[in-house]
C-alpha cells in the first residue's frame, strides 16, 4: 500500500521544489588519471562501474578508494577528485581514456531543483555522501546496476532512460541516509520526527489555512513552547517561518501559469491581502511576484514595483 500524504512528506517536498537529475558522462580511464567536477554549481553524483578509483576531498582525511558498485555525492558541489592512484598530480582534470593498468569506468551524474533558490532537502544533506555498494541495499543497487547497464548499451531512448534513473537515484540517496546517518539536521530530521511530521503535513496538505503556533502545535501534539522549541532545533528556523517559505514555493509555480494573477496566487497560498503577499513572497524570493510572472513570459524580470 502506498503512503499518505501525512506519511511521504519527502515526495510532497521534491514535486514542489520539482527535482531534476541527469548523466552527462560515461568515460572510461586507464593508466594515469584524475577528475573533477567542482564548480558547475549543482550536486553532483559518481557511480563507480568497473575497476576502482581514489576519492580525493579537501576535508582532512586520506584518500579512500572506491570500488565497483560505490557511489560517492556531493550534495553541494563540493571540491573532490577522483583518481586512479591515491596521489595526485596537481589539481587539474587529466582525462587519460587509455594507457598501462586496468581500467576504471564511471556515470558521472546531476542533481538540481528548479525551484526556489534555497532547498530544504539539500540543506540538510552533508557536503559529501559515501554509498558503499555492500550498504546501499537491494533498491539503491539495483538502480546503480541499471545505470551502468544502461550507460554501456547506448541504445534508442538511453539519454531519457538515463536521466529517469539518476532522478531515482537521487531519491533512493536521501532515503539511504536518512535511516543511516546518526546524527541528522534540517527538515530531514524532523520527518524523522512523529510529532513534527504531523504539523509538516498539515501544512504541507492545507497551506492556505490559517495556521498559528497554536493550532500546528496542536495537530503535534504539544505544547506551544516545547512545539516552537523542537522545530527550531530541528529544522532551523520557526513554524511559520517554514511555513512562510512553503506558501512562496506554492505561490512560484502558481504564478509560472500567465493565467494566473497575483491576487489569484496570492489568494490561493493563504493570504487575505495582496500587499501582504507581495511582501512575504519578495522576502522570501528576492523579487516580487510580478517579476516571476516577467520572467516567466520571457522577459527581462525585476523588481515588483
Known amino acids: 500500500m502506498f503512503q499518505g500524504p ?21 568515460p572510461r580511464f586507464c593508466g594515469v588519471w584524475q ?26 582525511t586520506a584518500p579512500q578508494v572506491l570500488h565497483g558498485g560505490d557511489l560517492v555525492v556531493f550534495p553541494h558541489d563540493a571540491w573532490h577528485m577522483l583518481a586512479g592512484t591515491p596521489e595526485l598530480q596537481g589539481e587539474d582534470n587529466r582525462l587519460e581514456m587509455d594507457g598501462d593498468g586496468p581500467f576504471t569506468t564511471l556515470v558521472c551524474g546531476y542533481f538540481e ?17 559515501v554509498v558503499r555498494r555492500q550498504d546501499a541495499g537491494r533498491h539503491l543497487e539495483v538502480i546503480g546496476q541499471l545505470l551502468m547497464e544502461e550507460a554501456d548499451a547506448a541504445g534508442p531512448g538511453t539519454r531519457t532512460v538515463l536521466d529517469k534513473l539518476a532522478d531515482t537515484l537521487f531519491v533512493m540517496v536521501v532515503r539511504h541516509y536518512v535511516n543511516q546517518a546518526a546524527d541528522q539536521h534540517g527538515l530531514l530530521a524532523a520527518l524523522a520526527d512523529p510529532r513534527l511530521r504531523r504539523a509538516l503535513a498539515a501544512m504541507h ?31 532551523g528556523t520557526t ?38 503577499f507581495r511582501k512575504a513572497f519578495k ?21 515588483d514595483r
Request: with cysteine.
Open 283 to 303: 522576502r522570501v524570493h528576492g523579487v516580487g511576484p510580478g517579476a516571476i510572472r516577467r520572467w516567466f513570459r520571457g522577459k527581462v524580470g525585476g523588481a
Open 6 to 26: 501525512e506519511d511521504d512528506l519527502l515526495s510532497s517536498v521534491l514535486s514542489a521544489y520539482q527535482l531534476r537529475a541527469g548523466v552527462y558522462a560515461h
Open 35 to 60: 577528475m573533477g567536477t567542482t564548480g558547475h554549481k549543482r550536486s553532483a553524483f559518481h557511480l563507480v562501474g568497473q575497476g576502482q578509483c581514489w576519492l580525493h576531498l579537501r576535508d582532512g
Open 239 to 276: 513554524p511559520i517561518d517554514y511555513l512562510t517559505r512553503w506558501r512562496m514555493i506554492q505561490a512560484e509555480l502558481l504564478l509560472r501559469n500567465p493565467q494566473v494573477s497575483v491576487a489569484s496566487a496570492a489568494e490561493r497560498v493563504g493570504y487575505e491581502t495582496e500587499a501582504a
Open 205 to 235: 496538505r492545507e497551506s492556505a489555512t490559517g495556521w498559528t503556533l497554536a493550532t500546528l502545535a496542536q495537530e503535534a501534539g504539544m505544547s506551544r513552547a516545547g512545539f516552537a522549541q523542537r522545530f527550531a532545533e530541528m529544522v
Open 113 to 129: 531543483f528548479l525551484v526556489g533558490d534555497k532547498n530544504p532537502i539539500l540543506d540538510a544533506l552533508p557536503e559529501v555522501i
